[in-house]
């Protein structure tokens, strides 16, 4: 029994050299972590260098930002003014154009107002006529004024579907076809914008008439052979 306890103390006594052994490892791993902070140090440079130049790049393009901001911000101020200023000048436009043909017209009344104001006992038939073509002549300046001229084809002028407008074709020899033969009212136009086409009255070739009176003809006849087949 006395020698067992004696061995144990030996086992622990070669145990302890172990121990201290064992802490030499720890002691080069502690001299890998000096090189490793240095290799840190060294890294954390590089990543300051960077950043200053990234911060550089990021200050311009925040700079180019906000220029393109305020750009954008005086477009859209300019685009707002410009639609106030098309209105504004629509209606001042659409306003002289009134107030051009109102001054125009104005003389037309005055002699509207005169001839009205005569003393219809005294005054003749010829008389009142004669006011009746100034008032006329008045209107007519008023018209020119504003560029407004009448759209009067004379006879035999060839018809023109933009400017004259057909209510009945006339068959005759004496014209050729397609033709005026007459003018039943008188058309107006500014410039080339027709307010009001003029009517007349076109020439047709003789053969047209005859087909259409044999036409009517015919569609007369025919009810009244109906009827009369029907009494029977």
Known sequence: MRKRKNKSPKTQVDEAPAREESVEPVEVQAGNSVGDDAAMETMSVEEIELSEEGLKLVTELTQ??????????????DYVNFQRRARENESRARRDGMSSMARALLPVLDHFD??????T???TVE????????????FTKALQS?????????????FDPNRHQ???????????ANTIVAMLQVGYAIDDV????ATVV????PEVGEAEEEQTEAEVTEPAQGEKERED
Do not use: F, H, S
């Open 64 to 77: 180019q930002r906000d220029e393109a901001v305020a750009a954008r911000q005086r477009a859209q101020a």
């Open 166 to 176: 057909a209510v009945m074709r006339q068959p005759t020899e004496e014209q050729e």
């Open 146 to 158: 504003q560029k407004i001229e009448a759209i009067a084809p004379a006879i035999g002028v060839e």
């Open 202 to 205: 076109v020439a047709a070739p």
């Open 127 to 138: 008389q009142l006529l004669d006011g009746v073509r100034i008032v006329r002549g008045e």
């Open 114 to 119: 005169l001839a009205l104001n005569q003393d």
């Open 194 to 197: 027709v307010l009001r086409p």
């Open 121 to 123: 006992e005294k005054a």
